[in-house]
């Protein structure tokens, strides 16, 4: 979203949406900044994308619940898992559902 909000700002296209809206047409939305930090948009499928671009990652940075350290061999088990999960499900024609 971050990077679609990026390249769209001024764009004519969305004007009659915004004057639906009850925008004000004399204000501009330039966009000067993105941060851009993960690409996954499709939040079902999240875990499964994480670990397909992380998997290869073996050591958890610390976080509010959980100290540094590397992978059990339980989660790497799961990591290959989801991983593979995420190659089958982008491997689907959803088009075709």
């Known amino acids: 979203m971050s990077s679609l909000l990026g ?3 001024n764009n004519h296209n969305y004007d009659a949406c915004l004057e639906e809206a009850g ?3 004399d204000e501009k939305d330039d966009v000067f900044a993105v941060q ?3 690409p996954i948009i499709d939040l079902e499928h999240a875990d499964l994308a994480y670990e397909w671009v992380f998997e290869a990652d073996k ?3 610390p976080g509010p619940t959980a100290a540094a350290g590397s992978m059990s061999d339980f989660e790497e088990t799961v ?7 995420y190659i089958n499900y982008s491997n689907f024609p959803h088009h075709l559902v």
Do not use: W
């Open 7 to 9: 390249v769209t700002g």
């Open 23 to 25: 925008a004000f047409m």
């Open 79 to 85: 990591s290959k898992k989801l991983r593979v999960g």
């Open 59 to 61: 050591e958890n940075e």
């Open 36 to 38: 851009v930090y993960c």
